[in-house]
């Protein structure tokens, strides 16, 4: 069974700092999975955050770019956000995913985690 936990949501002041983290099980280790965060606001749409692909290449949201860092511990299929200068608007539910390939996760990715929540006042 493939099983994607996040922690490390939490409370902050804006420019204050979180670093999440999706620990998951069940997953092939000589697999490098396409794996990512999304997020999801009150009354919005999913969007994805930042991605990290079979190569290792990273992709991140023009509204997080520059303040959010995403990492893979590549043996263990672990996935990390680390999530600087936060405002109200990154607000949200954020969620790992996973997906053996780039073509599934531009479907939609396969993998999901429950989410962990982040909540970020002025």
């Known amino acids: 069974v493939h099983r994607l936990v996040e922690s490390g949501g939490g409370s902050v002041q804006a420019g204050g700092s979180l670093r999440l983290s999706c620990q998951t099980s069940?997953?092939?280790?000589?697999?490098?999975?396409?794996m990512g965060w999304f997020r999801q606001a009150a009354g919005q749409e999913r969007e994805e955050v930042a991605r990290?692909?079979?190569?290792?290449?990273?992709t991140y949201a023009a509204s997080v770019q520059g303040r959010f860092t995403i990492s893979r511990d590549d043996p263990k299929n672990n996935l990390y956000l680390e999530m600087n200068s936060l405002q109200p608007e990154d607000t949200a539910t954020y969620f790992c995913?996973?997906?053996?390939?780039?073509?599934?996760?531009?479907?939609?990715?396969?993998?999901w985690g429950q989410g962990t929540r982040v909540t970020v006042s002025s």
């Open positions: 995913a996973a997906d053996e390939s780039r073509i599934g996760w531009r479907h939609t990715p396969y993998y």
């Open positions: 069940g997953f092939k280790t000589n697999w490098r999975y396409v």
């Open positions: 990290v692909d079979e190569d290792g290449s990273t």
